[in-house]
């Protein structure tokens, strides 16, 4: 008889193994929290054990983790072994959405903070750091025999917790097309609605097709909105960067286009070098190939945590070539992200004045405009607009979220 | 057991053993009106009304002419010397941590030679310690006083002592001692650097461990007071942290631990998003309080959020020019760095956490050893503690009126020390609690907590990652963070936010049996902590 397992031992996570057989269920539950949770982690186990109507011997090692966490590992267990849930999700359910605000094209996307999607305790807090766009991650960071369980945990976050994430946008990166788990990732992901999906590795217009057909399909079984869903391709390998124009503008859904350095690199064979020279060109292409589609374009991470001097230097270089906004891998790194890629209390002056001109000019009947000997034409009161814009969009959301900004 | 309730509502015994125990009645109650502005007299019996033998230090004297005999050549040749016997307290302190050799080695020896029933009294265990569990249950250890943390903490939760400890915070442990209510038979102290006199101190030698304060009421008091040594110098050794004419013997013993696990590199600033964000959010409401400003004081302890607070501050103190007179307890290589950096005038330290501490202990004047009685004596017109702006301290559990727990987890088990919390927190004119509002699905805001270690009463804030709780004793505070633009919650409010995270955890099943009382620093008994029933295991050692 086999073993079905899934989850880990460890800081608020629990492993589960399952073996069906017998005409009933023997649940063992050990955990370093039994005398306070016990009860609660075994009727989570139950409940969805019984959701399954799985008999056998199910047995949980744990150390703290919550109950959604619990349910997951279970219910990725019973799958595992090859049993198809008989009752739907309560509360939960595919029938009662989460509470969550629709996803929107326009709102500030300075930073998207990326989170391994297996691990149960790293979301719970990841609202706190106030950054514009948690991304939790079902490629990289997930080992291949993973991905099943990690699809399942995030699913279950994304229906249970939408207020985990505080004022920020929620988006999945979902595997790329290229590997065996990116439909199986939408189908698992889709109906528990995430603003946003990111769609690694993307290399051409026919790539972003294949998503958009199939997230319509799932939109459409889940009785969701069509187009509710929003793309933020990744474009990072040399052929992607090639076809920048294309996929930017291959889909109505597309949001963003990011870039990924770490696997261009890689692909180009080169290191980083002092001032990310090599990245400067393929960076260029990206902010070009966005703007022309009318979307934003934002950077690649910067994998060194500890160093926050290097962080500003490449976020600023990111934003002189038109990126608004930048991938980050710790919390650490927001107030820097955020400050670079925020107007300026300068360049929010600037546009007030610009503007002002601009109204008393047309207050006082003249035709034409001018600031400081330059004529104000219409390019130069659009910027200034959208100065402001950002800036009073950005000084909303850091007036409603204390804890904004903080780190 | 005759009990009564104290003014924390907790049911406290009137009596351990002879002793007649005194319930607590506030944090102050214990003095009489103030003879001085700001300062008060101890009532009661004894000299200074702090204990009923109130002996002082321990006479002594010489019986002829020339230098006292003092070294012995072996571990028997001083156990047959010493005067031992069953039933008898043995103390200990930790500046060797979780490298200390000395209490297993001296407890194993006076077991072996046949004395039981001991009553040990160290100022704190590490893991190290647990190998005197089996002495736990054989018997031979009957009780703590003092300190208990990991494998003995939990052993004295499973009721394997068959005496009732008694806990106590750093200051309260040397009034006990220095008072008489801690009469000490023997005190074993394992030093770094000593000459044959018993001049002792512990920042040089290959086992340096920074200052030796903790012993010091030890050496004073104990009716036989022992060096035990790895750093033999000719005299005079100096510094002289311990005196020579406290001392009754002197043993030199290859090593007294090991160097890696006293003190090891410098200590990490955390990456744990979490505990940086409380950090951070401490520092911001010590700036919304106005505390930063020129000449002010701090005390941070050695934990992951203790010294991202540290670094946080600095980061204040350096963008705002300004410089902090002092920073007190624990020495650790991030306030060196403040140190050198100009940005603190002196360090006051206890104990060193790490190697950086302890060079900069050794050679920096600015950085002055302290002892218990200067640090946090409750018993003294003031201590250094009672010169803090701000003290930030830890918790396993604080509950709707700001009680802390710090000895007990939510399950019950005995696992930690107060360590200096109480005196801290006490004594400083402002102390707040850094914590996550849940770790590992434990929610730490509890209606009431399971142990109370510190009064709320002198807790003034709650720091968590989900907002700030303020006493409401403090009206000033909270008017202050309101227009410093803090996130202020109400505790009630925050316990809320954290159970609709983790749920409601169950209560742990306890028995009626005392094992240990908590103790205020002033004597009276806080609260107790009971034995769990059988059926709850432990689940291993756990760290804030």
């Not at chain 2, 002082?56 to 047959?80: C, H, I, N, T």
């Not at chain 2, 499973?158 to 400890?165: D, H, N, Q």
């Not at chain 2, 959020?305 to 350096?318: D, P």
């Not at chain 2, 809320?496 to 009626?512: L, W």
């Amino acid at each position: 008889m086999s073993v079905f397992l899934a989850g880990t031992k460890g800081k608020s996570d629990c492993l589960v193994a399952f073996e069906a057989g017998g005409p009933r269920l023997e649940l063992h539950v050990k955990s370093s929290v039994a005398s306070l949770f016990g009860r609660a982690i075994e009727a989570a186990a139950r409940k969805e054990a019984e959701a399954f109507g799985a008999t056998g011997r199910l047995s949980i090692e744990d150390d703290g983790a919550l109950d959604y966490v619990v349910a997951s590992r279970v219910e990725a267990a019973l799958r595992a072994a090859g049993l198809v849930r008989a009752a739907p999700i309560d509360a939960h359910g595919k029938g009662s959405p989460p509470a969550r605000a629709e996803a929107s094209r326009d709102r500030p996307r300075r930073s998207r903070l990326y989170l391994p999607g297996n691990q149960g305790e790293l979301p719970i807090n990841a609202g706190l750091f106030g950054a514009d766009c948690i991304l939790l991650d079902l490629e990289d960071s997930v080992a291949e025999d993973r991905k099943a369980e990690a699809r399942i945990l995030v699913r279950r976050l994304l229906e249970g917790f939408s207020d985990f994430f505080g004022g920020s946008e929620i988006a999945v990166r979902v595997n790329s097309l290229s590997s065996p788990f990116a439909m199986d990732d939408l189908a698992e992901i889709v109906g528990a609605r995430p603003h946003c999906i990111v769609l690694p590795k993307c290399e051409s217009s026919s790539d972003i097709e294949a998503w958009d057909r199939e997230v319509l399909r799932l939109e459409s079984s889940a009785g969701m909105r069509a187009g509710s869903i929003l793309f933020m391709p990744i474009v990072e390998t040399a052929k992607g960067v090639a076809n920048a124009a294309d996929i930017a503008s291959a889909s109505a859904r597309n949001v963003s286009l990011c870039f990924g350095g770490e696997d261009y690199r890689r692909d180009i064979r080169v290191a980083r070098g002092p001032a990310e020279e090599e990245i400067q060109v393929a960076r260029s292409l990206i902010v070009l190939a966005a703007r022309a589609a009318g979307i934003e374009a934002q950077d690649t991470v910067f994998s060194d945590v500890d160093d926050l001097v290097g962080l500003e230097a490449s976020a600023r270089r990111a934003r002189s070539l038109g990126f608004s906004g930048k991938g980050l891998i710790h919390p650490s790194q927001i107030g820097i992200v955020h400050r670079v890629f925020s107007p300026s209390a300068q360049e929010v002056a600037g546009a007030r004045r610009v503007l002002e001109s601009l109204a008393a000019a047309v207050a006082e009947g003249r035709g034409v405009a001018s600031l400081d000997g330059a004529m104000i034409d219409a390019p130069v009161a659009e910027r200034a607009r959208r100065v402001l814009v950002l800036a009073g969009v950005l000084e909303e959301k850091s007036g409603r979220k204390g804890a904004r900004d903080a780190i | 057991m005759p009990s009564n309730v104290n003014s924390l509502g907790r049911p406290v015994p009137d009596r351990i053993g002879e002793r007649a125990m005194r319930p607590f009645a506030g944090a102050f109650a214990l003095q009489a009106p103030p003879a001085s502005p700001g300062l008060a007299r101890a009532r009661g019996p004894g000299p200074r009304g702090l204990g009923p033998r109130g002996l002082g230090p321990r006479m002594r004297g010489q019986a002829s002419r020339g230098a006292p005999a003092k070294l012995v050549s072996s571990w028997d040749e001083l156990l047959d010397r010493l005067d031992l016997y069953d039933g008898m307290t043995v103390s200990f302190h930790h500046h060797l941590r979780d490298g200390d050799a000395i209490i297993n080695e001296t407890i194993s020896r006076i077991i072996a030679r046949g004395y039981g029933d001991l009553v040990i009294a160290p100022t704190a265990l590490f893991p190290v310690h647990d190998r005197l569990v089996p002495f736990v249950e054989s018997g031979a250890i009957s009780r703590i006083e003092g300190s208990m943390n990991g494998a003995v903490g939990a052993a004295c939760s499973r009721g394997a002592m068959r005496g009732t400890s008694i806990l106590r915070s750093h200051g309260g442990r040397c009034r006990a001692v220095e008072s008489g209510e801690l009469p000490i038979d023997l005190a074993v102290i394992a030093a770094p650097c000593a000459d044959p006199f018993g001049n002792a101190n512990g920042i040089h030698g290959k086992s340096a461990c920074g200052p030796l304060a903790y012993p010091v009421p030890d050496s004073l008091c104990a009716e036989q007071v022992v060096i035990v040594t790895d750093g033999l110098v000719p005299y005079p050794c100096s510094p002289w942290s311990i005196r020579g004419g406290n001392v009754d013997w002197v043993l030199e013993v290859p090593s007294i631990g090991d160097p890696a696990r006293i003190a090891s590199g410098t200590t990490r600033l955390t990456r744990s998003p979490t505990q940086l964000l409380i950090a951070e959010m401490a520092a911001r409401f010590a700036e919304g309080m106005g505390i930063i400003r020129d000449g002010f004081s701090f005390q941070a302890g050695a934990g992951g959020i203790s010294l991202a607070a540290v670094a946080s501050l600095a980061e204040r103190m350096r963008s705002g020019g300004v410089k902090a007179s002092f920073a007190h307890g624990g020495g650790t290589g991030i306030l060196v760095g403040l140190l050198e950096e100009g940005l603190l005038g002196s360090i006051l330290d206890l104990q060193s956490f790490d190697l950086d501490a302890v060079r900069s202990c050794r050679d920096n004047p600015r950085h002055i050893e302290s002892t218990p009685f200067t640090s946090y004596g409750p018993q003294g017109a003031g201590c250094a503690a009672s010169m803090l702006d701000l003290s930030i301290l830890g918790a396993t559990e604080i509950d709707l009126d700001f009680n802390v727990n710090v000895n007990t987890h939510s399950d019950g088990w005995l696992l930690h020390g107060i360590g200096g919390h109480q005196d801290a927190a006490a004594a400083a004119s402002c102390c707040i609690v850094t914590s996550p509002s849940f770790r590992k699905r434990i929610p730490i805001i509890r209606e009431r907590v399971t142990t109370v270690s510190c009064p709320g009463e002198v807790v003034d804030a709650l720091v968590t990652e989900r907002g700030i709780a303020i006493n409401p004793r403090r009206g000033d505070l909270v008017e202050l963070a309101k227009r410093a633009g803090l996130p202020v919650v109400e505790i009630g409010q925050l316990m809320e936010k954290a159970r609709a995270i983790t749920g409601i955890p169950d209560e742990p099943e306890f028995r009626d049996r005392i094992v240990a009382v908590v103790e205020w620093r002033d004597g009276s008994v806080l609260d107790v902590v009971r034995e769990l029933d059988s059926k709850q295991e432990w689940p291993g050692e756990r760290t804030e």
